[in-house]
């Protein structure tokens, strides 16, 4: 073809991934995960300052605390505007000596201020919704093999969906070795990648299904195949990514504190989706093909 072989060195995108994989769950089983307080619990403070305040101004106040990544509300008649008297913080679970700390930095950095509402609030997000969210990926998982396998082949849906299953590793192993909070905004950053990604790999998929039909014959070469299909699409994905990553990357450098973690999963996630749908897919429909086809061969032989 004259072009680099992606689909020949199938071998070599497998071993990148696995040399992710395989350290990424001995990460996430030694350092485990950095829950925020959707998944932790945490604590509320409701605060009526006597002179209006800002969020970036609350937000300043709580970082020498490493308190930055507090949820932080404006409430009140003047909640759509950019300062407010009143002003909810959610927090992790404060212990009193850090509370008062916490208290006593706020009153010396913005002002006096009465104290509306002070309380320890649970989890918002439960071990049953948790549960619950893993069935839903699971069966939606399952569903994409089934449509796959209708409007395509059975193979098909097992690749896209192992490539999946590589994405959300991925990312998994990026957020347990940063130690970047993991709460409600990055179960949603993770169904979004793989949404995007499946995406992209069924644009891939679609073209190999056309040239197996067009220009595929009996004991033609299923790489070069492969090949020209990754080919014929990469402009679209490469494309596709950059702009999606542009966008995403101003999210995270312009965006507020509380979408950082967001969009770095974003990030993440449709970079390692995107080398996925080229390199992971694709090369993984090959191998379940020439597995299946060497058990024809056996079971003709026999």
Not at 87 to 93: A, G, N, P, Q, S
Not at 139 to 152: C, E, G, H
């Amino acid at each position: 073809m004259g072009k680099f072989d992606i689909a020949g060195r199938r071998k070599i995108w497998f071993a990148i991934s696995l040399l992710i994989i395989i350290p990424g769950f001995f990460c996430m089983a030694v350092r485990g995960f950095n829950f925020g307080i959707d998944f932790t619990g945490g604590t509320i403070i409701d605060l009526r300052f006597a002179k209006p305040v800002s969020i970036a101004d609350v937000r300043t106040s709580l970082t020498p605390y490493g308190l930055e990544g507090s949820t932080i509300q404006l409430s009140g008649d003047q909640s759509d505007v950019a300062q407010a008297a009143d002003v909810m913080i959610r927090t992790v679970d404060l212990e009193e000596t850090e509370r008062k700390e916490v208290m006593a930095g706020l009153k010396n950095d913005l002002g006096d201020y009465q104290v509306m509402r002070e309380e320890k609030v649970g989890a918002t997000i439960g071990g049953e919704l948790i549960m619950n969210a893993v069935m839903a990926l699971l069966v939606s998982w399952a569903l994409i093999i089934l449509y796959v396998a209708y409007r395509f082949e059975f193979r098909f849906g097992i690749a896209a969906v192992l490539a999946l299953v590589h994405d959300v590793i991925i990312v998994l192993t990026v957020f347990s070795l940063t130690q970047r909070q993991i709460d409600s905004s990055f179960v949603a950053a993770l169904l979004t990648v793989i949404g995007y990604s499946i995406n992209d790999t069924i644009v891939i998929f679609d073209r190999i299904r056309e040239n197996l039909k067009l220009h595929f014959s009996k004991n033609g070469d299923i790489v070069e195949l492969v090949n020209r299909s990754v080919y014929q699409t990469l402009t679209r994905s490469l494309y596709t990514v950059f702009t999606v990553l542009f966008t995403t990357f101003a999210l995270y450098f312009f965006g507020g504190e509380t979408t950082k973690d967001f969009a770095f999963a974003l990030i993440v996630g449709f970079t390692c989706g995107c080398y996925s749908s080229i390199f992971i897919a694709s090369p993984l429909w090959i191998v379940l093909r020439n597995r299946a086809e060497a058990k024809k061969h056996k079971a003709k032989a026999a």
